[in-house]
């Protein structure tokens, strides 16, 4: 099993552009969510999803869109990048619901110019 | 407001003495984790904690768990180098939410 995926691993972007970062699980798992990490800050919920077809927002979700159209993928979506939103994004799953143990993907450092 | 309050925030110790890491929560959780990061990696689940009491450990680490306090400790037993890493607790009080995170150093 190659577990959570991300790409890309590293991203620069320009202010007002959009991308999406990608992340996979082949574990089956029902739950995926996004997170951001910056300094001193721990890690902060983005948005998540409970199953295919359902996402919520989490803490800091303003500037984020995601989908969840199958069980393995979870993409996040930046619509128009601002430099607030440079961060190290990490991707995660658990079996069933945000109570179980999370498994991380690899991360991807994102910087807005 | 939810907090998750751990200290120290940064630690710096010598190897072969013990410390421990404090985990502090606001609001009702049944369960705990414990994870690891090391410098431009990812987070490696560490301890599962589920129900007040609950003590676990692997090699040099040993976590527990208290409920009613709302408390939990990591334990650094005889620190070695590789244990150099950032630790998070997290709780779920519905979503998971992590602490800050302690760096620890320990220096040969």
């Given at each position: 099993n190659a577990g959570v995926t991300q790409t890309p691993k590293f991203q620069v972007?320009?202010?007002?552009?959009?991308m999406t970062l990608q992340c996979a699980q082949d574990m089956n798992h029902e739950y995926m969510s996004w997170?951001?990490?910056?300094?001193?800050?721990?890690?902060?919920?983005?948005?998540?999803?409970?199953?295919?077809?359902?996402t919520d927002q989490g803490e800091v979700p303003n500037g984020y869109n995601v989908s969840r159209s199958t069980t393995e993928d979870f993409p996040l979506r930046l619509l128009s990048a601002a430099p607030s939103q440079t961060s190290v994004y990490f991707c995660a799953s658990s079996w069933t619901s945000g109570y179980n143990e999370q498994f991380f993907g690899p991360g991807t450092r994102l910087t807005v110019l | 407001e939810l907090k998750v309050e751990q200290n120290p925030l940064f630690l710096s110790m010598q190897e072969g003495?013990?410390?421990?890491?404090y985990c502090n929560y606001s609001t009702t959780s049944d369960r705990l984790y414990w994870y690891r990061q090391d410098p431009g990696k990812s987070l490696e689940s560490l301890f599962v904690l589920l129900s007040n009491g609950a003590v676990k450990q692997e090699g040099r680490l040993m976590a527990s768990l208290d409920t009613k306090a709302r408390l939990s400790t990591l334990h650094i037993t005889a620190a070695v180098h590789?244990?150099?890493a950032t630790y998070f607790c997290a709780v779920v009080p519905g979503k998971i939410i992590f602490g800050k995170g302690t760096r620890l150093h320990i220096l040969p």
């Open positions: 972007l320009k202010t007002g552009q959009s997170y951001r990490q910056d300094p001193g800050m721990g890690l902060r919920l983005i948005h998540y999803s409970v199953g295919a077809g359902i | 003495k013990n410390y421990t890491i590789d244990l150099s």
